[in-house]
């Protein structure tokens, strides 16, 4: 018998209307668990690099996480997985909400798509019986709208179903895959389901998802329950409200947004609002969102009340995603009443909402500058609001100047040309980032910028606080009831971190703790990404309840898999190098490795070489980001080995790296 999975997966050909149900192998979740790892195993096995992500061979996967579905707390993401049309990279961006649980009591781990279909078509997965539907009535429908009008379609109020909308359709390469309370959004995935010809998967299951051992891990999901109250109750004392809980509930539920106006560069501007905030914004934002929000809403099995359904004037009801609250209105420099209203439209267009906003910006930062001119924008409304509305009708439609934005800063740009480039400065591997221009460099943070593959938010921050506490007294007082480092080191990494003299930014943390600090963020993060867990409850905030000691335990008695710290940690590795050997095979490296050049005012070159160079080292990657013979052959990778060699990435004697990837002169 399986456990917390169910051995199975759906394979979808689009192309030949195909639909099997293949049983995977135990193995395979040992190695690699589930969600990302393994997802990341079958994009390796199957999509070679000279894929396009507009092929038919690209793969689409929706994979549940190894725990989803079971009683765990806030396990409940589904990770999809493709090659971007935007980075031209592995893809894994996450959806919330309630679709993988539903997955799993239908009787599958993921579906797998491949090909594309000449109509547009949805998926129909209803326990055993799985159809390919035609959904020509449904083009050109929002993705929300989409959900309700398959669900009343199908009599089936209880299916869960993730769309996507005008913009996936069009290929746009920031569209979404919105679903209920939860959305996709990063890398362009909304794009690829659009172009095989996929608007939704609906799925309804009633099947139990087997546990190894219950009463075992019962306790274990009570002691977390008990955590996440009692952390409720006590925030950590001495950092700014959104790091002193759990999830991200303040984002809907607190008005005071102070802190993320005055020190963000929203938009596509390197300038901060400093002023922004003041008791008149305060007051008309309170208004305005407490004439909106409709009710405060949570994940499947999760009592955090993270999000909030919207409803403005005369609109539809929809989620409003974390922090698209921002994103619009302040691009737009203009008030929450706009922001929420265009977020409307967005999210049934089904776009990314941080990339969106920016791409708008630039492309009126392009007009202002004389870059772009009035024949780019025939019939543009004057006013700011209403060029927004207007950009963002063109790119999702790709009409125009909208079909060259619909690429996204980095690709547009360079069609552009006319010095565009030097506009498109927030991208980090061709992606739109968070728009952060900071003072001092973070060693920690550059580390977790420039090797980041996941390219969000949650993935550059983690379980370290971000900046030292101003006394002795506060860093005591933090360390006492801090169980969940892998390590006591880092309680001393942290009391000595100071804010000023020699035990400050930036050459403290020293390299080596970065290392240290970096690698364990970024392997709670994949844990998370494999378990399906939601990283508001782990990897992302300060003292979470899943930490590196009750995770093996969680997976032993809800999987049945004999699992100890040190075997977890050999997993993570695994399928994060897996991940970072499909990237290295389609031509990333080191040069790719870059933050923004004013993500920070204050940069130290000499210092950033020698942090990437000791990480690199410490990762088991030669000088390039290249993983090793000896690393990979340590970690039961010998077959990428093979590959890499082959394709004249590695040597079979040494681990030099080739010049130039078949990749990438395929690119040039
Ligand atoms: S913490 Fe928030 S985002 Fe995470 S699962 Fe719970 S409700 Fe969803």
Redesign the pocket.
């Given at each position: 018998m399986r456990y917390a999975e169910t051995g199975f997966n759906l394979e979808v050909d689009l192309t030949m209307g195909n639909i099997e149900r293949v049983a995977t192998d135990p193995r395979d979740t040992e190695l690699y668990l589930g969600g990302l790892g393994t997802n990341a195993k079958i994009l390796w096995d199957r999509v070679p690099p000279e894929t396009e992500p507009f092929s038919p061979d690209n793969l689409l996967i929706f994979g549940t996480g190894l725990l989803c579905g079971t009683p765990a707390?806030?396990?409940?993401?589904t990770i999809v997985s493709t090659i971007s049309p935007q980075t031209r990279l592995m893809a894994f961006s996450m959806m919330?909400?309630f679709w993988a649980p539903e997955l799993k009591y239908a009787g599958y781990d993921k579906v797998i798509l491949r090909g594309k279909s000449p109509n547009l078509v949805y998926l129909w997965i209803n326990n055993d019986k799985v159809e390919i539907r035609d959904a020509s009535h449904l083009k050109g429908k929002g993705a929300v709208e989409t959900q309700e009008l398959i669900r009343r379609e199908l009599k089936e109020p209880k299916a869960q179903v993730a769309a996507i909308g005008l913009a996936g359709e069009n290929r746009v390469y920031f569209a979404s895959i919105e679903q209920g309370?939860?959305s996709a959004s990063r890398g362009g995935i909304g794009a690829v389901m659009g172009d095989k010809g996929l608007k939704a998967i609906a799925v309804r299951g009633t099947k139990d998802v087997n546990i190894a051992r219950p009463d075992e891990f019962m306790e274990l999901c009570n002691e977390v329950l008990k955590y996440i109250k009692w952390r409720n109750d006590n925030p950590v004392p001495g950092v700014m409200p959104i790091l002193a809980g759990?999830?991200?509930?303040q984002e809907m539920k607190v008005h005071d947004e102070k802190w993320h106006t005055e020190n963000f560069m929203w938009g596509n501007s390197r300038t901060r609002r400093k002023d922004f905030w003041n008791e008149e914004i305060a007051r008309e934002w309170m208004k305005t969102m407490d004439s909106m929000r409709r009710r405060l809403?949570?994940?499947?099995?999760?009592?955090?009340?993270?999000?909030a359904t919207i409803q403005p004037p005369g609109l539809p009801t929809y989620m409003m995603k974390?922090f698209t609250k921002l994103t619009y209105t302040m691009a737009a420099m203009s008030d929450l009443e706009f922001g929420l209203g265009i977020a409307q439209s967005a999210t049934e267009f089904g776009v990314d909402g941080f990339s969106a906003p920016q791409v708008m910006a630039f492309a009126l930062e392009l007009y202002e500058n004389g870059i772009l001119t009035d024949d780019d924008f025939p019939g543009m409304p004057s006013d700011n609001e209403g060029r927004f509305y207007w950009l963002l009708d063109r790119i999702v439609r790709r009409e125009g100047i909208g079909d060259v934005l619909a690429n996204g800063t980095y690709w547009a740009a360079r069609q552009i040309g006319k010095g565009a480039e030097a506009y498109a400065h927030n991208n980090i591997k061709k992606h739109e980032q968070l728009p952060l221009k900071l003072s001092m460099l973070n060693p920690i943070y550059f580390l977790m910028y420039c090797t980041g593959e996941k390219i969000n938010i949650t993935q550059i921050e983690g379980q370290f606080p971000q900046a030292p506490f101003a006394t002795r007294e506060e860093r005591e007082a933090f360390v006492k009831d801090w169980f969940q480092v892998p390590d006591d080191k880092f309680k001393q990494y942290f009391l000595d971190w100071e804010l000023r003299g020699e035990k400050s930014l930036p050459y403290y943390p020293t390299v080596q703790m970065c290392c240290d600090i970096v690698d364990w963020q970024e392997r709670m993060h994949y844990i998370d990404d494999a378990l399906g867990m939601?990283?508001?409850?782990s990897s992302f905030p300060l003292k979470p309840p899943y930490h590196i000691h009750n995770y093996p335990k969680f997976i032993s008695s809800g999987a049945g898999i004999d699992m100890d710290e040190t075997k977890l940690t050999e997993a993570a590795k695994r399928y994060r190098t897996l991940v970072r050997a499909i990237n290295i095979r389609r031509g990333m490296r080191r040069k790719d490795e870059k933050p923004p050049e004013n993500h920070w005012k204050k940069r130290f070159p000499e210092l950033e070489k020698e942090l990437l160079d000791t990480y690199y080292k410490f990762k088991g990657w030669n000088d390039d980001g290249i993983p090793t013979q000896e690393f990979l052959h340590e970690f039961g990778l010998d077959y990428v080995t093979e590959d890499f060699v082959k394709r004249g990435i590695l040597t079979d004697i040494e681990d030099d790296p080739s010049k130039e990837t078949p990749a990438e002169k395929e690119k040039q």
């Open positions: 707390t806030g396990c409940n993401r919330g909400g309370r939860s759990l999830g991200s509930p809403i949570s994940c499947y099995n999760c009592p955090m009340t993270c999000g974390c939601c990283s508001g409850l």
